[in-house]
Nanobody
């Protein structure tokens, strides 16, 4: 089956930068979209960034101008470049993807990674 694996989470000081990666592996025909979500302690899960196959992107207002989502289609990988990090960015970050497994006729199924922890603290 398809598996998503996040990496890059770490402890970083306020104002610092971090780059998260999410690699999809398994039976993949194409990836329709990839997203980054996060869940802070005591908070609901929030979508922070979206990348569509056509190149369109969307960001949550809280991260706009500081975070950038990008994709390497050849590697089935999505990245989240996080700059000017704030303590409020502390959360477990999850990768999401809608993936076609068999062909163009397949509308796609949803998959989630297990998350990577980002802690912003001095």
């Amino acid at each position: 089956q398809v598996q998503l694996v996040e990496s890059g989470g770490a402890l970083v000081q306020p104002g610092g930068s971090l780059r998260l990666s999410c690699e999809a592996s398994g039976s993949i025909y194409s990836i329709n979209s990839m997203r980054w979500y996060r869940k802070a302690p005591g908070q609901e899960r929030e979508m922070v960034a979206l990348s569509m196959t056509g190149g369109n992107t969307n960001y949550a207002d809280s991260v706009k101008g500081r975070f950038t989502i990008s994709r390497d289609n050849a590697k089935n990988t999505v990245y989240l470049q996080m700059n000017s990090l704030k303590t409020e960015d502390t959360a477990v970050y999850y990768c999401f993807a809608n993936i076609r497994r068999r062909g163009w006729y397949d509308g796609g199924s949803d998959y989630w990674g297990k998350g990577t922890l980002v802690t912003v603290s001095s």
